[in-house]
């Protein structure tokens, strides 16, 4: 291996960080976090990993200090960084959720809508995007300050409204506060720098990684069953299953029995296997998946 043939790659510190290392070690990569380290040790020898902020993730991939890295669309557009969006990646589950940049208010405060903001106080960390955000809209007087946290508490002693990020709502719900628009949503991306796609061996490398990290976030949300039919109600069986394209039958070596392997959403597994039960199907096995490649 050439001293050259180096990925470095950034992986969110902070909240996405957990996940985000979940994610990797099923995807097949071992991966070892000192507590007081910065620098992720990969079982592979070609990855130099990072561990950056994801607010300053598409600075440094953009600048080419890192190859790639994984930061969400909101921080990219914050910093509006010139870098090269390889893929979305979403887990529906924990982690890697969509979530909005919201403008809210207090529940009896006068601002209805966003032309209501002009010549108010804003907080927010998602100072850049905001700004740009109420110039599309005509409104360049309002005073946008930076928010080191607490952002929900802030209003409306210390800011008339804010631009906060949100799943649900429940937190702002909770602090008395109600959303006037959402100004946009954001998911995780996996993001490289522009030069470091046009190299063919680091191109390649990343375009595999993302691959595997894709598989994986597919069997997240996937679950395998066997199970053992009759003949007599294989073609009952079938008809139960709703395949990502269609199941594995194989003949057991018992005469007028048949072996059967499908992958299904694991929502569905619940109300399937008394169907498959009473169905004729025996000896029901249900099993994780650490991926499922997409086609």
Same mark, same amino acid.
């Given at each position: 291996?050439?001293?050259?043939?180096?990925?470095?790659?950034?992986?969110?510190?902070?909240?996405?960080?957990?996940?985000?290392?979940?994610? *990797?070690?099923?995807?097949?990569?071992?991966?070892?976090?000192?507590?007081?380290?910065?620098?992720?040790?990969?079982?592979?020898?070609?990855?130099?990993?990072?561990?950056?902020?994801?607010? #300053?993730?598409?600075?440094?991939?953009?600048?080419?200090?890192?190859?790639?890295?994984?930061?969400?669309?909101?921080?990219?557009?914050?910093?509006?960084?010139?870098?090269?969006? %390889?893929a979305e990646l979403i887990y529906a589950k924990e982690g890697l959720r969509p979530v909005r940049w919201v403008v809210a208010v207090p529940n009896?405060?006068?601002?209805?809508?966003?032309?209501?903001? /002009?010549?108010?106080?804003?907080?927010?960390?998602? %100072? $850049? *995007?905001?700004?740009?955000?109420?110039?599309?809209?005509?409104?360049?007087?309002? #005073?946008?300050? *930076?928010?080191?946290?607490?952002?929900?508490?802030?209003?409306?002693?210390?800011?008339?409204?804010?631009?906060?990020?949100?799943?649900?709502?429940?937190?702002?719900?909770? $602090?008395?506060?109600?959303?006037? #628009?959402?100004?946009?949503?954001?998911?995780?991306?996996?993001?490289?720098?522009?030069?470091?796609? /046009?190299?063919?061996?680091?191109?390649?490398?990343?375009? $595999?990684?993302?691959?595997?990290?894709?598989?994986?976030?597919?069997?997240?949300?996937k679950v395998g069953l066997k199970m053992n039919v009759p003949a007599k109600t294989l073609d009952q069986v079938i008809k139960c299953l709703p395949?990502?394209?269609?199941?594995?039958?194989?003949?057991?070596? #018992?005469?007028?029995?048949?072996?059967?392997?499908?992958?299904?959403?694991?929502?569905? %597994?619940?109300?399937?296997?008394?169907?498959?039960?009473?169905?004729?199907?025996?000896?029901?096995?249900?099993?994780?998946?650490?991926?499922?490649?997409?086609?």
């Amino acid at each position: 291996m050439s001293k050259q043939n180096k990925l470095k790659i950034g992986l969110p510190k902070g909240s996405l960080q957990e996940s985000t290392l979940k994610l *990797f070690r099923k995807a097949g990569y071992h991966i070892s976090v000192s507590s007081r380290s910065y620098y992720p040790s990969f079982d592979d020898p070609e990855i130099e990993a990072m561990l950056i902020r994801a607010q #300053e993730m598409a600075g440094y991939v953009e600048k080419g200090i890192l190859d790639c890295g994984l930061t969400g669309l909101d921080w990219i557009l914050e910093q509006n960084a010139d870098v090269h969006q %390889v893929a979305e990646l979403i887990y529906a589950k924990e982690g890697l959720r969509p979530v909005r940049w919201v403008v809210a208010v207090p529940n009896d405060s006068g601002i209805k809508k966003v032309a209501d903001l /002009k010549g108010k106080r804003i907080s927010t960390e998602l %100072v $850049n *995007f905001t700004k740009r955000y109420l110039k599309k809209h005509g409104i360049t007087d309002a #005073e946008i300050e *930076f928010s080191w946290g607490a952002t929900e508490v802030k209003p409306p002693q210390l800011a008339d409204a804010i631009v906060e990020l949100t799943e649900t709502g429940n937190s702002l719900r909770a $602090n008395n506060l109600r959303i006037v #628009e959402t100004l946009m949503e954001s998911s995780t991306r996996f993001v490289s720098n522009k030069k470091s796609w /046009k190299d063919a061996w680091k191109r390649q490398k990343m375009e $595999n990684i993302v691959l595997l990290l894709k598989g994986a976030l597919a069997a997240e949300e996937k679950v395998g069953l066997k199970m053992n039919v009759p003949a007599k109600t294989l073609d009952q069986v079938i008809k139960c299953l709703p395949a990502l394209h269609s199941p594995t039958i194989s003949q057991l070596t #018992e005469e007028g029995w048949y072996d059967i392997d499908v992958i299904i959403d694991e929502r569905k %597994v619940r109300d399937l296997i008394p169907q498959l039960k009473r169905a004729g199907a025996t000896g029901i096995v249900e099993y994780q998946l650490n991926k499922v490649i997409p086609d």
